[in-house]
């Protein structure tokens, strides 16, 4: 099992950067595949990206593809996110996950983390 902490939300102007971070516990966290999700109010939970075990693949929405870089530090058992070139409709709160297997599905992630709020102003 796999407890998830995510922070490094805030408010940014367009344009703007931000970096989230998510700390893992437990000793297990390079055997899991991470991945970040966001939901806007009114809409479902959607991907944004994914990486593998450890880190040899990485996968993104086309939506943020070129914008965003998802990495992880298994040393301190973190997941990261840096998110340039923000958007007002990146605005969202943002979580992330651990499953079994680098995918875009939510339903493939057991683990969540209770989420971080990203708010771009224009």
């Known amino acids: 099992q796999v407890q998830l902490v995510e922070s490094g939300g805030g408010l940014v102007q367009a344009g703007g950067s931000l970096r989230l971070s998510c700390a893992a516990s437990?000793?297990?966290?390079?055997?899991?595949?991470m991945g970040w999700f966001r939901q806007a109010p009114g809409t479902e939970r959607e991907f944004v990206a994914s990486i593998s075990s450890i880190g040899l693949y990485t996968y993104y929405a086309d939506s943020v593809k070129g914008r965003f870089t998802s990495s992880r530090d298994n040393a301190k058992n973190t997941l990261y996110l840096q998110m340039n070139s923000l958007k007002p409709e990146d605005m969202a709160v943002y979580y992330c996950a651990a499953g079994k297997v680098t995918t875009g599905r939510r339903d493939d992630y057991n683990y969540w983390g209770q989420g971080t709020q990203v708010t771009v102003s224009s």
């Open positions: 437990g000793r297990t966290f390079s055997s899991y595949a």
